[in-house]
């Protein structure tokens, strides 16, 4: 409870500093924040030409919504992955970055991570705003669904916090953990139903059925990653627009809170020797 | 307010002296193990006390374990024995200007240094006007650091440090900054702080600079305090041993 105290107290120290990596991150370009909307683009745009037209991949059409646009459904499942994906990835490398910092000042490190955690969050936000734009353009009436859906991006924001206050320490002491993390991510990217949808991973699990005379199939293993079940509750909110899987809900609820708990857990332990281990 | 500030109660300080260290996973698991090192003790079983409302001087040669010390009263390191207890608010200046975003303006840089010093928003606020007023760099607060000349850079951040306003000061070699008329105003402000009865730590090298503003003073020497109390014997002794002799 202490600690809980310590960091609410360096509160206004996290606001600058993530405002300092808001400020600082377009400073001289010409898009300015445009710029975080360009790489999500991007890969839709690549996504959508080669799993939309040429592999053909033809995910379920929103129920009850009724929208069947591959681009639209794609993003709704790419933002939430690509806020995770770079906060783990910033997070990750928070604590080395400011290492200057870590060595002459004392503060409450945790705010390096978390930081991190806000500034991705923020553009994250913005990128959401422009997909609800989208999302209403192409008919889907999605405004009952937004406090459910800003829940989930906490919810999703709790998880990826934690992951990078473990990462962040183990980078410290080991810094293969980021290069180790980036292919890592890339695995975890195709293990989720991102780019095809969780039906052809249906299919196939009923083609080998029980794993080694066990009931465990590969469905059941596959849906054990949390991201899987974020990604399903953005898209029931969003694309479906109806009320997320109540079981999706409470495992990316859990996981979320074991996540952030280890996380701080871990860093809290470990928070003393950083300046000395850096 | 009790007598005194600070109480360094017999701490002791370890480092390792890596022969090897494996900071990679590959090297680790080839190597079977983390690192081969040996134990290298940078303070051993300092213990003294800082009175309120001195200013109070760390004296010895290159690799005294006076920074050692530093780190550890500015909670940076932690000892591995004993315990450093203060009355009041502490903070530390090691360095000037310690995450400044160059792209950012000088305005936003006060408060992002500020509140990473541990000023609340409040608290710069107030401070502002004195700060940039400190600093001289008025006419320029409203650009980007990175265009500041080296000397207003640390103008700047010595100015936002300085304003902490903490019970206790804990202070490395930065009083040598800007130039003599900037200095001049530093030591103003740490006169302005002993009468406000506030406590001050200092680092230096500069003996006549100890002597003058430093009325208690601690000798370390390869980890262990040699000499402690009022400040011109103990600088006298330091001195005395730096000659050997030889020239007597």
Same mark, same amino acid.
């Given at each position: ?278 | ?42 303070? +051993?079983?300092?213990?003294? /006390?800082?009175? *309120?409302? #001195?200013?109070? %001087?760390? $004296? ?6 006076? =920074? ?6 500015? +909670?940076?390191?932690?000892? /591995?024995?004993? *315990?450093? #207890?203060?009355? %009041?608010? $502490? ?6 200007? =310690? ?150």
């Amino acid at each position: 409870m202490r600690y809980l105290k310590e960091v609410l107290d360096s509160r206004e120290l996290l606001a600058n500093l993530t405002l300092r990596e808001i400020r600082g991150q377009y400073k001289r370009t010409i898009f300015g924040q445009l710029w975080s909307l360009v790489n999500p683009l991007a890969t839709m745009l690549v996504y959508t030409i080669v799993f939309a037209f040429i592999l053909r991949v033809a995910p379920p059409p929103g129920d009850p919504s009724g929208l069947d646009i591959f681009a639209v459904w794609l993003l709704c499942g790419l933002l939430p992955w690509a806020f995770f994906s770079n906060t783990v990835q910033q997070g990750m490398g928070s604590i080395i970055a400011n290492a200057g910092l870590v060595q002459k000042v004392y503060f409450s490190r945790i705010v390096l991570p978390l930081s991190k955690v806000g500034s991705v969050g923020y553009n994250w936000l913005f990128e959401m705003g422009v997909l609800v734009v989208v999302l209403v353009l192409c008919g889907s009436f999605v405004w009952p669904w937004l406090p459910g859906v800003l829940v989930m991006m906490v919810v999703l924001a709790m998880f990826a916090a934690g992951l990078a206050l473990m990462l962040a320490v183990a980078n410290v002491h080991f810094r293969d953990t980021q290069w180790f993390m980036s292919i890592v991510m890339q695995i975890w990217f195709y293990l989720t139903p991102i780019i095809y949808p969780l039906s052809l991973v249906e299919e196939q699990s009923e083609i080998y059925d029980g794993l080694l005379g066990t009931d465990i199939t590969i469905l059941d293993i596959y849906r054990l990653n949390p991201l899987e079940r974020f990604v399903a509750v953005f898209r029931q909110l969003l694309y479906d627009n109806r009320w997320p899987d109540f079981g999706d809900v409470l495992f990316c609820t859990v996981s979320a809170v074991v996540a952030l708990l280890i996380g701080v857990w871990v860093f809290r332990r470990n928070e003393r020797g950083l300046a000395e281990a850096l | 307010m009790s007598d005194i500030a600070v109480r360094v109660d017999h701490v002791s300080k370890k480092f390792r002296l890596y022969h090897e260290r494996n900071q990679s996973l590959k090297s680790t698991i080839m190597r079977g193990r983390r690192s081969v090192h040996e134990d290298f003790w940078a303070l +051993k079983d300092v213990g003294f /006390e800082v009175p *309120t409302g #001195s200013t109070f %001087g760390l $004296i010895g040669s290159n690799g005294s374990g006076k =920074s050692t010390l530093l780190k550890c009263l500015a +909670k940076i390191y932690y000892p /591995e024995k004993g *315990t450093i #207890s203060y009355n %009041g608010r $502490i903070a530390a200046l090691l360095e000037v200007g =310690s995450g400044f975003h160059p792209e950012l303006s000088g305005r936003e840089n006060v408060f992002l240094n500020g509140s990473i010093l541990g000023m609340s928003k409040k608290e710069i606020t107030r401070k502002f006007d004195e700060i940039v007023d400190f600093s001289g760099v008025e006419e320029f607060i409203d650009q980007p650091v990175k265009n500041y000349s080296s000397g207003m850079y640390v103008r700047l951040g010595f100015a936002v440090a300085i304003n902490v306003d903490p019970d206790v000061l804990v202070v490395d070699e930065v009083l040598s900054v800007g130039d003599a008329d900037f200095q001049e105003k530093c030591r103003q402000k740490f006169i302005d702080f002993k009468e406000a009865g506030k406590t001050v730590i200092l680092v230096s090298h500069a003996m006549n600079s100890v002597q003058e503003m430093c009325d208690h003073a601690a000798w370390l020497s390869h980890g262990d305090l040699v000499m402690m109390g009022e400040a011109e014997p103990t600088i006298n002794a330091y001195l005395s041993s730096l000659h050997g002799g030889a020239q007597h």
